[in-house]
């Protein structure tokens, strides 16, 4: 039939297969330790849920012959408005680990953050980037003692990152009862070699500099401009408070993010917060935002409620565990292929023109609540649609 798409993989035509597909080939902990949560995953679940909540409201006869879904990511063109947040351990799903993920990155134009938990070192994983994309940033689990700290930042830096992205959300580890249940550990012969040479980081509970620091506070945005020339960007802001407070503090960026509900169960999907967050921050600074995007369409829905840019967690590593750095390109390219399809049909040929004039809140009567006029003015960008949806 004409036009119909070609699959590009026996399996796997989406990422809900991805994630069945991989699943055959992880192990059980394997598994259980990139799809989890913390405790009953409620947070984990409505991160993809909430984005059922909302309906796409396309227009048709818009001339949709040249539709361009590139964006920009620190600065750089990207292939389309998504990008890899930070995952620890890559090599718990695939021999290939987060070199594997670089080169896919790489070659779809995608940004890549690395974790500072990764299995692989930052110059590595930079030197993967053969299309010289230039788009890696470095993410920093902060932790008690500030050399280890810049040990990791001076890292990143010297490989050529853009950015730091400072995580915020993570005074202690969530409580993730599938690793309880199944003796999760760093699986031998797997290296953090992006920590400093002389931590035990099979122990790190046991040495008190390698805790995670519980003292953070706004006036250490400061400490990290003062000692990187990466952008600082701050990632686990979910309150529009927050978001102020950290505009205020320096941050050249924010990141909407609940750690995929890994941290503490039982708080908003970042969906939910986004809205005012955006508001909050009122265009100072860039938003990014993960959390729950498993499709094309949650991509241009998370667009549209304000954020400038996307990213994935989980979707590597169930990539990795599928086939390795190809299982990783697969995902990238159905994504972009969903995202494409989705401006095409929606009517939108810029990735700057996709606003809450394309979505519509469906509310409990079954009914359609638009987000805001045709030309995108008022409504949840400016957060009181969302606190009158709250009321319904
Ligand atoms: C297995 C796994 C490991 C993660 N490791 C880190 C990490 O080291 N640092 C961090 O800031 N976030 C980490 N995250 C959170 C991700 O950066 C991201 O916020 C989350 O996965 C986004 O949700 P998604 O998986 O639904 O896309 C991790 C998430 C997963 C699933």
């Known amino acids: 039939m004409a036009g119909r798409p070609q699959s590009l993989d026996e399996n796997v035509f989406c990422i809900a297969d991805l994630i069945e597909h991989s699943q055959r080939r992880l192990s059980k902990t394997a598994f259980e330790y990139i799809g989890g949560g913390a405790m009953d995953m409620i947070t984990t679940q409505d991160n993809c849920n909430s984005f059922n909540r909302y309906r796409l409201l396309p227009r048709v006869m818009k001339d949709v012959r040249h539709v361009d879904p590139s964006s920009k990511c620190w600065g750089k063109k990207t292939a389309f408005p998504l990008g890899f947040s930070p995952t620890g351990l890559h090599g718990v799903a695939h021999k290939d680990r987060e070199l ?185 600074v860039p938003i990014h935002f993960d959390g729950g995007i498993r499709r094309g369409t949650d991509i241009f829905k998370a667009l549209a409620l304000g954020a400038d840019f996307c990213f994935v967690g989980r979707i590597a590593l169930w990539g990795l565990g599928y086939n390795g750095e190809a299982g990783v390109a697969l995902a990238l390219k159905l994504l972009y292929d969903e995202f494409y399809a989705t401006m095409t049909m929606v009517g939108v040929n810029k990735v700057k023109d996709i606003g809450p004039q394309h979505l519509a809140w469906v509310a409990a009567d079954g009914s359609l609540v638009r987000l805001a006029d045709k030309k995108g003015h008022h409504g949840q960008r400016d957060g009181q649609l969302s606190r009158a949806l709250a009321k319904l």
């Open 100 to 284: 594997g993920v670089s080169r896919a990155a790489s070659k779809a134009n995608t940004p890549m953050c690395l974790s500072s938990w990764a299995n692989s070192s930052i110059e590595h994983v930079v030197a993967q980037d053969t299309q010289h994309t230039g788009v890696y940033a470095m993410q920093l689990s902060v932790v008690e003692d500030p050399e280890a700290n810049l040990y990791t930042i001076r890292k990143a830096e010297a490989a050529g990152c853009k950015a730091l992205w400072v995580t915020c959300d993570l005074p202690i580890l969530g409580r993730r009862l599938n690793e309880f249940k199944n003796k999760f550990s760093i699986p031998q012969g797997l290296t953090v070699p992006n920590l400093p040479p002389d931590v035990d980081f099979r122990d790190t509970g046991k040495s008190s500099r390698m805790g995670y620091d519980r003292g953070m506070t706004w006036d250490r945005v400061r400490w990290f401009k003062q000692h990187t020339k990466m952008e600082v960007w701050l990632k686990g802001i979910m309150d529009p408070e927050d978001a102020r407070l950290a505009v205020e503090a320096g941050a050249d960026g924010i990141i909407v993010s609940n750690h995929g509900g890994r941290q503490l169960d039982g708080i908003s999907s970042t969906l939910s917060a986004l809205p005012g967050v955006v508001e909050a921050v009122n265009k100072r």
